[in-house]
Each structure stands twice: as C-alpha cells, then as structure tokens.
C-alpha cells in the first residue's frame, strides 16, 4: 500500500485547511499523526473502517479536527478547523491492514504504511 499526503501549508490562527491521502490498496484502519519540531510523533485522528467507518480523536483536536474517508476514491481527509499554532507539526497519514483493537489504534507500531507527511504551519 502506497499513501500520498498533500494538502499542507502556511495558514494564520483560526483557519482551516483540510490534508488529503490518497491510498492505492485497501485497508482497515487509517489514521493521521503529527510531529511537531523538538517533538514526538503523535496521535491525531483514526477511522477504523471495519467498524463501520468509526472515528477517534485526540483530546488536542476534538470538537476542531474532522477525519472522513472517500471509499470510491479510496482517500482520507483531515478536515481541520479553528487551527492554532500549536497544531503546527508535520502531519503523517498510515495505515494498518488488518483490524486491530481499540487501545491500539494510537500506537504507532499499529500501522503497517505510513505517508511521506506534509508540512502544516499555523501563525499567531
């Protein structure tokens, strides 16, 4: 599975922007994670799509961030809103194969393929 994520870019406090991520295999989890400068890869968002498509966020991004998925094109997205410079980071797309349980999907070593990221910046 090859995943492709675009969709970054420089953006003030208080927009939106939405990351695209474009997988070529079927898969049963995707997700989206972030690594800030100085910092450790985290967790935003994943949907577990053999669970009917289920979301789970990150308390960070709740209530902000919406993940989708287009099933036809086969592609994930990163709705986000209200961004703030903290969530400045460069963001991963991954994926898993298989279904996994749900204490796992936060783990990094849960996901099989991951995208190549793209770059968000947020300026106060």
């Known amino acids: 599975v090859q995943l492709q994520a675009s969709g970054g870019g420089l953006v003030q406090a208080g927009d939106s922007l939405r990351l695209s991520c474009a997988a070529s295999g079927r898969t049963a989890l995707m997700g989206w994670f972030r690594q800030a400068p100085g910092r450790e890869r985290e967790f935003v968002a994943a949907?577990?799509?053999?669970?009917?498509?289920?979301?789970h966020y990150s308390d960070s991004v709740k209530g902000r961030f919406t993940i989708s998925i287009d099933n036809a094109e086969n592609t994930l997205y990163l709705q986000m809103n209200s961004l703030k410079p903290d969530d400045t980071a460069v963001y991963f797309c991954?994926?898993?194969?298989?279904?996994?349980?749900?204490?796992?999907?936060?783990?990094?070593?849960?996901?099989?393929?991951w995208g190549q990221g793209t770059l968000v910046t947020v300026s106060s």
């Open positions: 949907i577990r799509r053999t669970y009917g498509n289920s979301k």
């Open positions: 991954a994926a898993r194969l298989s279904a996994v349980v749900l204490s796992a999907i936060r783990l990094e070593n849960s996901y099989d393929y």
